[in-house]
């Protein structure tokens, strides 16, 4: 079965930085654009980032752009999000997702998450 599993998170300073890594099991991998999202107290699952199946194609949510980098690794099974100049407001759960902007939602496969807080 699709297994994601999230790591990487904590507490940062803003401007501080975090990478975080998902491994992912069950499924073939490298076949299938991934997404980052997170989920802020109180709020909805926000899309924040995809990444091509080869790794070749990237976007970004508006509010993570130059700040937020998205890689992969498909020899590993493991998806990265190199996050830095960070502020109070990606304070969020962030999870791994199979499939891209388009179509993550509807695939319905994301893991627990890590926390991520950004804080003095």
């Known amino acids: 079965q699709v297994q994601l599993v999230e790591s990487g998170g904590g507490l940062v300073q803003p401007g501080g930085s975090l990478r975080l890594s998902c491994a992912a099991s069950g499924f073939m991998f490298s076949n299938y654009y991934m997404s980052w999202v997170r989920q802020a107290p109180g709020e909805g699952l926000e899309w924040v980032s995809e990444i091509s199946s080869g790794g070749g194609i990237t976007n970004y949510a508006d509010s993570t752009k130059g700040r937020f980098t998205i890689s992969r690794d498909n020899a590993k099974n493991t998806l990265y999000l190199q996050m830095n100049n960070l502020k109070p407001e990606d304070t969020a759960v962030y999870s791994c997702?199979?499939?891209?902007?388009?179509?993550?939602?509807?695939?319905?496969?994301w893991g627990q998450g890590t926390q991520v807080t950004v804080s003095s």
């Open positions: 997702a199979k499939g891209g902007y388009a179509n993550w939602r509807r695939q319905g496969y």
